[in-house]
């Protein structure tokens, strides 16, 4: 049972990718999911969440615009559209899994969540000026 988050790479500034977050032996759609990024030296940041059915959706503020998280439950994946990359988004990016909403609940109200249920491997983003 484990989250794989895939479709980083290399972009350029101002371009897109498109991330994936796949379950493997885990049915996405009982699980809210969210995305976080690491960059290097800076803390672990929260950047959007959508629940079970993808009816609610949290994109952290400073991403609005630029970001977007969908789902598609059929396929039991959930993305992250990134357009207009900037290079600070360079970071690897992790999606999560948390059975309840309080993991969106928490994102959106404080940035930050510990509590999630299932963490998956990493993609590398790196976007270049």
């Known amino acids: 049972v484990q989250l794989q988050a895939s479709g980083g790479g290399l972009g350029q500034a101002g371009g897109s990718l498109r991330l994936s977050c796949v379950g493997s032996?885990?049915?996405?759609?009982?699980?809210?999911i969210a995305w976080f990024r690491q960059a290097p030296g800076k803390e672990r940041e929260g950047i959007s969440c959508i629940s079970k059915r993808g009816s609610s959706t949290y994109t952290a503020d400073s991403l609005k615009g630029r970001f977007t998280i969908s789902r598609d439950n059929a396929k039991n994946t959930v993305y992250l559209q990134m357009n207009s990359l900037k290079p600070e988004d360079t970071a690897v990016y992790y999606c999560?899994?948390?059975?309840?909403?309080?993991?969106?609940?928490?994102?959106?109200?404080?940035?930050?969540?510990?509590?999630?249920?299932?963490w998956g491997k990493g993609t590398q983003v790196t976007v270049s000026s």
């Open positions: 032996g885990l049915k996405l759609d009982n699980y809210a």
């Open positions: 999560a899994a948390d059975v309840t909403l309080v993991m969106c609940t928490a994102l959106a109200a404080e940035g930050r969540y510990d509590g999630m249920d299932f």
